[in-house]
């Protein structure tokens, strides 16, 4: 029960690493607030909190937070788990995608810290940003994917700074390949499924996709008392993707 008595927002709730973050947290004892596009989340339990919307929106933002504090005062963890995957090369990337890219990976991640930093307790609290690992590295086709998750570890760096003397801690967790249902189906839509499969893995020198589960508890590490020092910190889960 790491995170007994503590109150959570996680974004993203809906699927992949979201869920995973959700189940995990709950058995932690997590009291959890819960946000996504879905209009409902039947994988939400029944002491959650659940409040659909888009945190590209500013006013969904701040009502999201109201309502949060009427409903529980404070919030001690916010884990920013949403994003959007624009891909395809950079010439033939549209304006539109390129601020989709940079709206719902590193914009709306602003304005959830900008709203929820003041509802965390005089005691402090922890924010966990979700990355990734082309946060790290580039890639081909992904260039804007890249830069505005690159944005994302550069905003939890200043904002880990800035929050110090309030001991909030902000750090981020970056996620290799994971097998999320969005992963699966994107691997099923190739002519040889199996083939591409084994071809990622093989970039990868562990050989094989995290799960959700994986990356979820390595968010609750960073969003647990057990990572009271640690702020401003970027760890990959990503099976040595980022060692090369």
Known sequence: MRLEKVTALVTGASSGIGEAVSARFRREGARLLLTGRREQ?????????????????EAFVEDLAHRAAEAVGTV???????????SGPLTE??????????DSNLLSAFLVMK?????MPPAGGAFVCVSSRLGMVGKPNEVLYSAAKGGLIMLAKGAAIEW???NIRVNVVA???????????SFQRRHDPEAYRREREAQIPLQRLATPDEVADA??????????????????VDGGYTAF
């Open 175 to 185: 996620p290799g390949l994971t097998a999320t249902p969005i992963i699966e189906a």
């Open 115 to 119: 709203h929820f930093a003041p509802l």
């Open 164 to 166: 110090a003397p309030r």
């Open 41 to 57: 989340l039947d994988t939400a339990g029944p002491e959650d909190l659940y409040v659909p919307g888009d945190l590209n929106d």
């Open 93 to 102: 990337t549209s304006y539109e995608d390129a601020r989709n890219a940079f």
């Open 219 to 236: 968010i609750l590490f960073l969003a647990s008392s057990e990572s009271s020092y640690i702020t401003g910190a970027v760890l990959p």
């Open 76 to 86: 001690d963890v916010v884990v920013l788990n949403h994003g959007l995957q624009v």
